[in-house]
Nanobody, 122 residues
Framework: QVQLVESGGGLVQAGGSLRLSCAAS???????MGWFRQAPGKEREFVAA????????YYADSVKGRFTISLDNAKNTVYLQMNSLKPEDTAVYYC????????????????WGQGTQVTVSS
């Protein structure tokens, strides 16, 4: 069984920071971890991804320079440090794991967490 559990979401004012965590358990056999987000009425969109060997990093243009993805191999945990948050960052953030060829492609991930709400007030 595979389980991904996100934490760290919450309410923050514009310009503030938040760090999300995703702890993975079970045999994921994954080569990459990613963060996606979904706002009400919108499709789930790519935010950031990282390969477990650390050699591949990807960010959506909308978060480049503001968000940083990282991982702790010993803890099987991936993080998303979010700085300079904007109201448009408000969404449910989902952690994903898998062996995608294209790390920014949602449909190529196999496992998903339940999501954590991030709300940025103006």
């Amino acid at each position: 069984q595979v389980q991904l559990v996100e934490s760290g979401g919450g309410l923050v004012q514009a310009g503030g920071s938040l760090r999300l965590s995703c702890a993975a358990s079970g045999r994921t056999f994954s080569s990459a971890m990613g963060w996606f987000r979904q706002a009400p009425g919108k499709e789930r969109e790519f935010v950031a991804a990282i390969s477990w060997n650390g050699g591949r990093l990807y960010y959506a243009d909308s978060v480049k320079g503001r968000f940083t993805i990282s991982l702790d191999n010993a803890k099987n945990t991936v993080y998303l440090q979010m700085n300079s948050l904007k109201p448009e960052d408000t969404a449910v953030y989902y952690c994903a794991a898998g062996a995608p060829r294209r790390l920014w492609t949602r449909r190529e991930y196999d496992y998903w967490g339940q999501g954590t709400q991030v709300t940025v007030s103006s």
